[in-house]
């Protein structure tokens, strides 16, 4: 395991269209982190799983918006009804459990999403 | 609100310049801040991460300072190279609860080193 891993890396996709983005953490690691980084700026926090529990959502996630974490392994991240302003780099992150003391974010290369 | 502002937006300079880029934020109860570079198109890299209860990190070239109570840190970038150029980016850890770990980031400073 080399470490996260997301698919794909690139969408091209036409406005109303749902996509689905998948996150594959590092295999120890039990929280796991979506971001959302648009053009000229700094990541913005989604949403944060630790194991399946969802235990927070940006309000940036809207209705169109949902994360899963089934199993408490990979992630995804589906958009339905896809606008042109989703168009962005989709970024995972994970990290291990609290209690190892270690609190580095470990990030994934991004799933870039256009929408035309 | 947790918000993070980095100065300046960007910066260029000559090969083999020291430099320092800024990092403010407005919510002093953090659990660590970290240092990050992006290259064009690319994802996040890190390169130092501070705990709160620590003052600086240092890898390389790259020093990284933080004081909480004032709520900044700097990047100093020694002897700087045009392998250097990319965005770098600050990131401050949520302190607990439901935020655990949770990042919030600064826009990025767009670091330029010419020949």
Known sequence: ?116 | KQEVTQIPAALSVPEGENLVLNCSFTDSAIYNLQWFRQDPGKGLTSLLLIQSSQREQTSGRLNASLDKSSGRSTLYIAASQPGDSATYLCAVGGAGGTSYGKLTFGQGTILTVHP
């Open chain 1, 1 to 116: 395991d080399t470490g996260v891993s997301q698919d794909p890396r690139h969408k091209i996709t036409k406005r109303g269209q749902n996509v689905t983005f998948r996150c594959d953490p590092i295999s120890e690691h039990n929280r796991l982190y979506w971001y959302r980084q648009t053009l000229g700026q700094g990541p913005e926090f989604l949403t944060y799983f630790q194991n399946e529990a969802q235990l927070e959502k940006s309000r940036l996630l809207s209705d169109r918006f949902s994360a899963e974490r089934p199993k408490g392994s990979f992630s995804t991240l589906e958009i339905q009804r896809t606008e042109q302003g989703d168009s962005a780099m989709y970024l995972c992150a994970s990290a291990p459990p609290p209690s190892s003391g270690e609190i580095e974010q470990y990030f994934g290369p991004g799933t870039r999403l256009t929408v035309t």
